[in-house]
């Protein structure tokens, strides 16, 4: 009986998966090649609508006339060649015809005549419309780059102008063989210059012959002349030497000062030695801006930075180095103020964050120098963020790449400073007051903006990318690991909001990044934390943490379906020209935000049902385990029912596939089910049968249901689904009949199950007869002949008497009363056949 039984299982389980997998690759190859009919039919349209068009078009010629002859012909054939050829509808091979027999009657004279005009035919022949040629299509114009593009490449052209040339652009009427000659000849004239007013000053050093005082005034005198002849020729024809008079004259003052405190001690104070450089840092800049010379500025810029390193004591003094240092970047802002010199902001942020950093290394004190530490470098942070926005206002020039690199070099040289420094001396924590003063910051740069009305997207966007950078930085810095994702979840959902009340696309797609964020901690450090054994005492304190970590995360992701779907297309706080193009569109992402946060419920409520099991009573696992995916089942139908999106119908199909796949791979594996002999082996039977009965019954509840409520919308899923639910009945109470009559009855269990088919094919027949589906009849009819062939062939060999006896009058009792459903109902069948047929047609 045991292989009977099988083979007729596995005939079901091949009919439940193999077939529905199978239609559903037909319609689709279906689908596919209609697509592909219907696409090309569209393109011979098009082409058939583009020959029409060229068609009417294209002008007609008009029918050329045929020269008179050259000699006088005959008077007949002279009529005939005089009279022009006009368009006729007689065809050109009977045309030929004739004139080859006129030929032939003609004589010699007159057909050599003859000829000689057919020559001159043939020499003018009728002329064609001439051939369509098919020309492709114009290349798409080239892309124009951005204004963006265009500010970076300009200023790019412009440093590099200036360190080729010596200015931002070319002058006119100037050949580039000059204006590099003149610039370089002069910047290596300077340079030898200086080295040879140092080798002279120690020259004289070595042979003692100049006193230090008379070394120092010569090298100041020199410094003086070369400076105010350059600020002589200043502005004329000699404007590029110049300049290079006075930077020479600058770095001369410069060493002179560094030589006489450093090397000779004739200025025995530091403080005076400095305030001296300090004031040829002062006039370099002062000359630079008065005649436009970034040369000069260079020059007083390194000059300024390095007086610090040459008039260095060995010692350290803080706050004077870094309030010097603030000093010039002051001075750099003001200069910034007047000329838009990006290589000296360049300058002094290399020179400033160097300097910090060098000076730190070799003599900070994280107990006595933190304080001013931390001050001047937010100082210098400050001064180095104000340049762009000097730019913007002042300057009225939109940001470009080196300007958001920039800002981007000064976020950070800054934050891994202050939390090294604040780690260094207080608890981690503390370092988000760093992070979060950064997130404040940019946000008032960003109202300031919007305020002014500034147009500026770059800069904007760069303003909302390091405000939300921050923001999203502190949380783990000040929360615990088990409030990170929480704390994402709900930051995602208020920049999604603040998205779709601004109507921005880059706030939007930070919310994305954000919730991105808030699962990748979710899978990579969550999962394998929270999803532990405990004890019934610590279970649910274990159960709050991962609802409130599960939970906010699944919230937020149904509150931003709600947010996409109820938004209203307008005009926002943040104008178009301000924002980016939108990344993803927000009915898709909508849809995206559903999806995901049902999967991630989905895989939740797995976790949570298994562990619960486990931890109170583990024969309810696979129940609970079905009721979520008939939960997902009836609410996919519903969605179905309701909106009639063919999307839903297909999850309800994919999902109840997945229930299949889990009953027959887990679920019987869970029951310990006995593939040799068709029953679950069981300690205790009432009670795992209770269980087995709520995980089966549930499922053939939610096919029948689905079959229900889907029967008048699409009758082909509502089939799929009664053929699940009558299969699923039909192996439950066939496996459960063969365990319980393996451990109650055994030598009556073949007969057993043999009264079972017998009633699910009486059942078949009568619901087939009343419901007037043929397939249905059939299935019955089917299983009768089964039943009757193992009662005779199978049955009798292993029942004792009285079993045989009972299995027998009971069985035939039962296709008794199948005959007698076919009698009573046979004007069913005799009526008329042809309508019968008619409604099982419509009926299947």
Not at 63 to 78: D, F, L, N, R, S
Request: one cysteine or more; glycine letters at 6%.
């Amino acid at each position: 009986m045991e292989p009977l039984i099988v083979l007729i299982i596995l005939g079901i389980f091949g009919a439940i998966l193999i077939f529905p997998i199978w239609t559903l690759a037909l319609l689709y190859s279906l689908k596919s090649a209609q697509d592909k009919m219907n696409s090309e039919l569209q393109k011979l349209i098009k082409s058939e609508s583009q020959k029409r068009t060229e068609e009417t078009k294209q002008p007609q010629p008009a029918a050329a006339a045929v020269p008179p002859p050259a000699t006088k012909p005959e008077p007949a054939m002279a009529a005939k060649a005089a009279e022009p050829p006009a368009k006729s509808a007689i065809p050109e091979e009977k045309k030929t015809e004739a004139k080859h027999e006129e030929f032939k009657s003609a004589d010699s004279p007159s057909m050599f005549e003859t000829e000689v005009d057919l020559e001159e035919i043939e020499e003018h022949p009728k002329e064609k419309p001439p051939a369509k040629v098919w020309t492709p299509l114009p290349p798409p114009p080239p892309r124009e780059p951005t204004e963006f593009e265009k500010n970076a490449r300009d200023m790019i052209c412009r440093i590099w102008s200036w360190i080729v040339v010596g200015d931002e652009h070319r002058p006119k009427n100037v050949s580039f063989e000059y204006a590099v000659a003149s610039v370089w000849l002069l910047r290596s004239s300077i340079l030898i210059i200086v080295t040879g007013i140092g080798l002279s000053l120690q020259y004289s050093i070595e042979n003692n012959l100049i006193g230090p005082y008379g070394r120092i005034a010569m090298s100041i005198a020199a410094g003086l002349v070369m400076l105010i002849a350059g600020i002589k020729l200043a502005g004329k024809k000699y404007h590029i030497i110049a300049q290079g008079l006075i930077g020479g004259g600058i770095a001369t003052l410069y060493l002179s000062i560094f030589a006489s405190y450093k090397i000779y001690h004739i200025i025995p104070d530091a403080k005076l030695s400095f305030a001296l450089m300090i004031l040829i840092t002062i006039a370099a800049a002062i000359i630079a801006v008065r005649l436009n010379s970034m040369l000069v500025a260079i020059f007083g810029i390194i000059g300024g930075y390095c007086t610090p390193i040459m008039l260095s004591t060995g010692t350290a003094d803080f706050p004077g180095l870094f309030s010097y240092m603030l000093m010039l970047g002051i001075g750099v802002i003001v200069i910034a103020k007047y000329k838009d010199w990006k290589i000296l902001n360049s300058l002094s942020f290399v020179f400033t964050y160097g300097l910090y950093w060098a000076s730190m290394d070799k003599f900070y004190d994280k107990q006595e120098d933190f304080t001013v530490a931390i001050t001047f470098l937010s100082l210098f942070f400050l001064l180095f963020a104000a340049i762009p926005i000097m730019n913007n206002i002042v300057h009225k020039q939109k940001s470009n790449a080196l300007t958001l690199f920039g800002m981007f070099l000064n976020a950070a040289a800054f934050f891994p400073s202050a939390a090294y420094l604040i780690s260094s001396l207080f608890e981690r924590k503390w370092v988000a007051a760093a992070s979060l003063s950064l997130a404040a910051f940019y946000i008032l740069q960003i109202f300031f903006f919007l305020n002014r009305k500034i147009t500026d997207r770059n800069l904007l966007v760069l303003l909302t990318g390091f405000a939300s950078f921050f923001i999203t930085l502190t949380i783990p810095l000040v929360l615990s690991d088990e409030w990170i994702t929480t704390a994402w979840s709900l930051q995602a959902l208020v920049f999604l909001w603040m998205s779709c009340r601004m109507k921005s696309n880059f706030i939007r797609m930070i919310a994305y990044v954000l919730y991105f964020l808030a699962f990748s901690h979710l899978f990579i450090f969550d999962f394998h934390k929270n999803f532990v054994f405990a004890k019934n005492q610590d279970y649910f304190n274990e159960m709050l943490t991962r609802l409130m970590t599960f939970g906010s995360l699944i919230i937020s992701m149904a509150l931003g379906y709600r947010l996409l779907k109820a938004e209203r297309n307008g005009s926002g706080i943040i104008s178009s020209e301000n924002d980016t193009k939108e990344f993803i569109p927000k009915n898709f992402s909508a849809g995206i935000f559903a999806g995901i946060g049902a999967i991630l419920l989905f895989i939740y409520l797995h976790f949570e049902f298994y562990y619960m099991s486990r931890t109170f009573y583990q024969p309810c696992q696979m129940p609970l385990i079905t009721l979520i995916w008939t939960t997902s089942i009836i609410l996919a139908a519903l969605a179905y029912s309701r909106s009639s999106k063919s999307l839903y119908m297909v999850v309800s199909v994919i999902l109840a596939f997945g229930l299949l796949f889990k009953v027959f791979i887990f679920d019987l594996v869970f029951w310990n089910f006995s593939i040799d002999h068709l029953w679950f082996p069981v300690n205790s039977l009432a009670e795992e049968a209770s269980m087995r009965t709520i995980d089966f019954l549930l499922i053939v509840g939610t096919f029948a249901w689905a079959f229900a409520i889907l029967g008048g919308r699409t009758k082909d899923t509502a089939k799929f689904f009664g053929v699940l639910s009558l299969s699923m009945l039909f192996v439950y109470l066939t496996l459960e009949l063969n365990t319980f009559l393996n451990y109650k009855a055994p030598l009556f269990r073949a007969g057993g199950i043999s009264i079972l088919w017998g009633l699910f094919g009486l059942s078949f027949v009568l619901g087939g007869i009343i419901k007037e589906v043929k397939a249905l009849r059939y299935a019955g009819l089917i299983l009768f002949t089964v039943v009757v062939m193992k009662v005779f062939f199978s049955d009798l060999s292993r029942l004792s008497q009285l079993s045989r006896i009972i299995a027998f009058i009971s069985l035939g009792l039962v296709v008794l009363a199948g005959s007698f459903v076919y009698v009573k109902f046979r004007e069913s069948f005799n009526t008329d056949s042809k309508s019968m047929e008619t409604s099982d047609e419509k009926k299947t």
